[in-house]
Nanobody
Framework: QVHVAESGGGLVQAGGSLRLSCAAS????????IAWFHQAPGKERVLVAG????????RYANSVKGRFTISRDNAKNTVYLQMNSLKPEDTAVYYC?????????WGQGTQVTVSS
């Protein structure tokens, strides 16, 4: 079973940038389409960006199109999320996992807080 660990979150002012990383424990991670999700307090977990196994196809939630970029390095078993022009509404815990079920075990996520 693949385990993932998210990192790179923090506190940033509106308009700033962060780069999140998702590192996986198994090389089979590279066989899967992977997504980043976010979960704001009291709300459901929502997919914000996805990437296919080879990194050639990406998709984004409308709320982040043009601001976020998902990428992957299969040699490092890692998926990234570059977040630019951050807004207060991007504040959430960010998780990575398979783009669709069955999911891997969920990691602890990484907190992103955007101040206005």
């Amino acid at each position: 079973q693949v385990h993932v660990a998210e990192s790179g979150g923090g506190l940033v002012q509106a308009g700033g940038s962060l780069r999140l990383s998702c590192a996986a424990s198994e090389r089979t991670f590279s066989n899967y389409a992977i997504a980043w999700f976010h979960q704001a307090p009291g709300k459901e977990r929502v997919l914000v960006a996805g990437i296919n196994w080879s990194g050639t196809v990406t998709r984004y939630a409308n709320s982040v199109k043009g601001r976020f970029t998902i990428s992957r390095d299969n040699a490092k078993n890692t998926v990234y999320l570059q977040m630019n022009s951050l807004k207060p509404e991007d504040t959430a815990v960010y998780y990575c996992n398979r783009e669709q079920e069955p999911y891997f075990y969920w990691g602890q996520g990484t907190q992103v807080t955007v101040s206005s």
